[in-house]
Nanobody
C-alpha cells in the first residue's frame, strides 16, 4: 500500500520561506512522477509544481515561477517544495501526489493522472 505523508507546513509572514516534504512509502517511488497541488478554501485543487522520475523535467504554475522549487531525493523516497517569498495568496492546503508513469512530462499539471495522494499540510501566509 503506497502512502504519501507531507510535512513542513505552518504559519509564516509574507516574504518568508517554508520547505515542504513528502515521503513515499510502500511503493517504488523512484519511478514515480511527483507533484505538489494546493487547495484554498472554496477553490478547486490546483497544480503548483511537478517533477519527472529522473528529475530531468520540472513544471510550475506561473504564479510560483521564480519563487518555488521542486526537487526530489530518490534515496530517501522524498520530494520537496522550497517556497520562498511567500505571499498571502499562497495560503492553502498543500498536497503531494504520485504518478506511477513517472516519465510523463506534459501531463504533470493534470490532476486526474495521479494515482496516489497525501493528506495535505496547511500553509498560511499572513500579510
Amino acid at each position: 500500500q503506497v502512502q504519501l505523508v507531507e510535512s513542513g507546513g505552518g504559519l509564516v509572514q509574507a516574504g518568508e520561506s517554508l520547505r515542504l516534504s513528502c515521503v513515499v512509502s510502500g511503493g517504488n517511488s523512484r519511478n514515480y512522477g511527483m507533484a505538489w497541488f494546493r487547495q484554498a478554501p472554496g477553490k478547486e485543487r490546483q497544480f503548483v509544481a511537478g517533477i519527472t522520475y529522473g528529475s530531468n523535467s520540472t513544471k510550475y504554475t506561473d504564479s510560483v515561477k521564480g519563487r518555488f522549487t521542486i526537487s526530489r531525493d530518490n534515496a530517501k523516497n522524498a520530494v520537496y517544495l522550497q517556497m520562498n517569498s511567500l505571499k498571502p495568496e499562497d495560503t492553502a492546503v498543500y498536497y503531494c501526489a504520485a504518478d506511477r508513469k513517472g516519465w510523463r512530462t506534459t501531463t504533470l499539471p493534470v490532476r486526474s493522472i495521479y494515482d496516489y495522494w497525501g493528506q495535505g499540510t496547511q500553509v498560511t501566509v499572513s500579510a
